[in-house]
């Protein structure tokens, strides 16, 4: 007799395959994910050849942090600043969502994790209070995995894994909690017993996985996404890396200078009971006052030629180079500067390849984010927006132009009559915020007021001279 699982309490077959398939991949990437973290944060274990640096110094351990300069750099040019409806209407219930989620600020962290990691994941849910926004969160793929349909470009499950704290269903701390996305509901379960006990099912009956995957530097034959921090970068990093290493090693043994002495007796080297001085007793004490030898003459001492390090720092600056160009920056944002200066136009030159990765991110992680609220909005109102309604994403802009010539810019295509002078686009154009653009429509709205009163009180004067008139 065969008896009947509940589906609440245990998972079905098909679910379980699901979970097993879901973490086998996500256990096979974090460890190259932990590779990635590891040169992000300096503490990527440097390979020596064996050749130059001594056994006793082999746990030496230096740092450049180009990688981290490089994605930060990129990240750092990626503010999203409001969502709004491109048709004009009101953005009340976008911002509500949005603010209720810390949405740009978390937006901030996405980015960097999907430039170092390659990808990041953005799950929508239900809120623990019924009356309360969806629930937005960005997932780091060390934790989220998901099975992808390149041919319809949406998931057909997900997998988020962590570890329970006391705050999840009452669990210990420690114990493995996974959340199983699929199209029709959520499955909350735990590990039990060698197998999964499921705790909660949300039925959100959506149709689709409510997770979506934020990707870096995507290619047709790979939709997973690639970090920016290339295989080229790593191996540019450990061999400046090991530069460094050698400067350290020959400040070890070339920060005294060396010097030989000719001629000089035993007793140069000795203390005044006879016994043999250590080196750098001899170094820095009698050697500096010998005495003469029986014939009169005074041992001869000399130095040999300093250890000159310009030749390693040399390198390393054309390492700063090679590694500029890999990262798209500037030579001087890694430290590497010229005997002149560069002028602003060089500067921003310079900056070109940066600002149009920039905007090629924004324009792939700007979907990302309209569809994370679009499926926001189908949670809380129980039926998707319209496809007539655009969500627009609003980004500060990545260059870096002066405040002067934006300013030039909006002025110059109000005069021409290409854009009304009430219009917001040119408040956005000359560079100011989404705050100060409100802060703007708000003050334009309330001088539209004081006008219109203004108007009404002038007016009322000459209605009464009128009545005046017409009683004669």
């Known amino acids: 007799m065969t008896i009947p699982t509940l589906p609440l309490l245990s ?17 096979a990437e974090r460890l190259k994910l932990g590779l990635l973290d590891a040169y992000f944060n300096g503490e990527q274990v440097i390979h020596d050849l ?8 082999k746990t030496l351990h230096t740092v450049i942090g180009w990688p981290r300069i490089g994605v ?9 600043e409001a969502f709004r409806w491109a048709d004009g209407s009101d953005n009340a219930e976008l911002t509500e969502i949005a603010e209720a989620n810390d949405w740009f600020d978390e937006a901030s962290l996405a980015h960097l994790d999907a430039l170092t990691y390659g990808r990041e994941y953005v799950a929508a849910g239900s809120s623990d209070d019924p009356d309360g926004p969806p629930l937005v969160t960005f997932e780091s793929p060390l934790d989220m995995t998901l099975d992808w349909d390149a041919r319809l470009r949406l998931s057909r499950a997900a997998l988020r894994e962590c570890q329970a704290n006391r705050y999840d269903y009452g669990l210990d701390p420690g114990e ?6 699929l199209p029709g509901q959520t499955v909350y379960a735990v590990e039990a017993n060698g197998g999964w006990l499921v705790l909660d099912r949300d039925e959100h009956g959506l149709g689709m996985v409510p997770v979506l995957r934020m990707a870096n530097r ?3 034959a790979d939709r997973v996404g690639r970090s920016e921090i290339t295989p080229e970068v790593m191996s540019i990093t450990d061999a400046a ?3 460094l290493m050698g400067i350290e090693v020959a400040a070890e043994f070339f920060g005294a200078p060396q010097r030989y002495i000719l001629g000089a007796s035993e007793s140069a080297f000795q203390d005044a009971e006879g016994n043999a001085k250590s080196a750098w007793e001899t170094y820095i004490g009698r050697v500096l006052a010998l005495e003469r030898d029986e014939d009169g003459q005074v041992p001869t001492v000399g130095a040999f030629t300093a250890h000159d390090p310009s030749g390693q720092t040399k390198i ?14 500037p030579p001087h944002m890694l ?26 991110r924004i324009r792939r992680f700007g979907a990302t984010h309209r569809e994370a609220m679009r499926l926001a909005l189908w949670i809380q109102n129980g039926e998707p927006p319209e496809k007539s309604r655009r969500i627009e994403t609003v980004w500060r802009n990545p260059a870096t132009p002066t405040i002067a010539a934006q300013t030039d810019a909006a002025v110059k295509l109000a005069q021409a009559g290409i854009i009304p002078p009430d219009s917001d686009v040119l408040l956005e154009m000359a560079g100011l915020t989404e705050d100060q653009r409100q802060r703007v429509a708000a003050d334009r709205r309330r001088a539209q007021g004081r006008a219109f009163l203004s108007s009404l009180t002038s007016a009322e004067p000459d209605a009464e001279a009128d009545d005046g008139d017409d009683s004669l």
């Open 316 to 329: 390393i600056d054309l390492y700063a180079r090679i590694m500029a160009t890999q990262l798209g920056l």
């Open 11 to 27: 998972l079905s077959e098909e679910e379980q395959q699901l979970v097993t398939f879901l973490r086998t991949d996500l256990m």
């Open 72 to 80: 930060e750099a990129l990240e750092q040019r990626l503010d999203l």
């Open 50 to 57: 064996g050749i130059s640096i001594p056994p006793q110094l």
């Open 335 to 360: 430290g590497y500067t010229s005997d002149n200066p560069a002028s602003a136009d060089a500067i921003r030159s310079s900056e070109a390849m940066l600002v149009k990765k920039a905007e090629r």
């Open 218 to 220: 995507q290619r047709t």
């Open 241 to 243: 890396c090991r530069r």
């Open 176 to 181: 493995r909690l996974v959340t199983l996305y």
